[in-house]
Nanobody, 121 residues
């Protein structure tokens, strides 16, 4: 079983910054993709950013050049640095991990419970 614990959400002013962190625990042979998704009020969940186990990152166009994703395999963490926040960034942010528990098991996806980010003046 794999557990994800998110932290770092909260209230920020437009133009401000926040840092989200996600710590992964449990039985893991290898961490594959790690990332963040978000669900704005009244909308569907959407990709924010992901980073592969070869450190290739991918960003939604709406956050490119403002958000930075990073991972630490030794600590089993994935962080998201949010800069130049806009009210449109208000959402529940979910940590995402794809991992294998053994070398022969299929990869599975796991989600955190979400952390609220509110951008408001």
């Amino acid at each position: 079983q794999v557990q994800l614990a998110e932290s770092g959400g909260g209230l920020a002013q437009p133009g401000g910054s926040l840092r989200l962190s996600c710590a992964v625990s449990g039985t893991i042979f290898i961490l594959l993709d790690m990332g963040w998704y978000r669900q704005p009020p009244g909308k569907r969940r959407e990709l924010v950013a992901t980073v592969s186990n070869t450190n290739r990152s991918k960003y939604a166009d709406s956050v490119k050049d403002r958000f930075t994703i990073s991972r630490d395999n030794a600590k089993r963490t994935v962080d998201l640095q949010l800069h130049s926040l806009d009210v449109e960034d208000t959402a529940v942010y979910y940590c995402y991990v794809k991992s294998q528990s053994t070398s022969w098991s299929a990869a599975r996806e796991y989600w955190g419970q979400g952390t609220q980010v509110t951008v408001s003046s």
